[in-house]
């Protein structure tokens, strides 16, 4: 069955540190893989996809993240957080016809100045 | 950047009664989906609409709910009779002719008393 877990339910990290949020997927298929993020009181904003080639993709405000086949993961990382990153982030994965998306329950991220 | 627009943002309906929560995708879009997501779970598929028709549905999309695109511009998530686990936030969002990007709103909280 098609599923997308995310460990971390929250995750603090201080303004200016590294980051990395967890995805692992399972999909039986070639996965289309997404972050969206959510600001409150916003709706779901695509920060990136990976369909397929290069395995590490380059998103929107800095963000990145990388397909590892082998693991099922696909990790979102930024080198140096802001604190208007502060949000709760979600990863997908997308049918093979993106009829639907199977969405994880999300990590939300506390900046600390 | 062109928005999917939702309306209302709030809505607080007794058990039992009909809700409409309406949705204007982008205008030139063709894919049209509703999504939900009860506090604290996944953001969780409902439905998929395209060629003004129902493509896929998920099992939580029961005889209660139907969608409509009564216009042009509108698409519309329909709930009969209202139970208490029906609240949720819903989303709508909406994915041009390739439809690998989707589009959300930022969503209307549905509250069922």
């Known amino acids: 069955a098609q599923s997308v877990t995310q460990p971390d339910i929250h995750i603090t990290v201080s303004e200016g540190a590294s980051l990395e949020l967890r995805c692992n997927y399972s999909?039986?298929?070639?996965?289309?893989l997404f972050w969206y993020v959510q600001s409150p009181g916003q709706g779901l904003q695509l920060l990136l996809k990976?369909?397929?080639?290069?395995?590490l993709v380059q998103g929107i405000k800095g963000f990145e993240a990388e397909f590892k086949r082998s693991q099922s993961s696909f990790n979102l990382r930024k080198p140096s957080v802001h604190w208007s990153d502060a949000a709760e982030y979600f990863c997908?994965?997308?049918?093979?016809?993106?009829?639907?998306?199977?969405f994880g329950s999300g990590t939300k991220l506390n900046v600390k100045p | 950047e062109p928005e999917v627009t939702q309306t209302p943002s709030h809505q607080v309906t007794q058990m039992g009664q009909e809700v409409i929560l309406r949705c204007v995708p982008i205008?030139?879009?063709?894919?049209f989906y509703w999504y939900r997501q009860i506090l604290g779970q996944k953001v969780e598929f409902l439905v998929s609409?395209?060629?003004?028709?129902?493509?896929?549905k998920s099992e939580i999309f029961d005889d209660q709910f139907s969608v409509e695109r009564p216009d042009g511009s509108n698409f519309t998530l329909k709930i009969r009779s209202t139970k208490l686990e029906d609240s949720a936030m819903y989303f709508c969002?909406?994915?041009?002719?390739?439809?690998?990007?989707?589009?959300f709103g930022s969503g209307t909280q549905l509250s069922v008393l």
């Open positions: 969002a909406s994915s041009g002719t390739t439809n690998e990007k989707l589009f």
């Open positions: 999909y039986g298929a070639t996965p289309y």
């Open positions: 990976y369909f397929s080639g290069d395995t």
């Open positions: 997908a994965v997308g049918a093979y016809n993106f009829n639907k998306f199977y």
């Open positions: 205008s030139n879009h063709l894919y």
């Open positions: 609409f395209y060629n003004n028709e129902i493509s896929e």
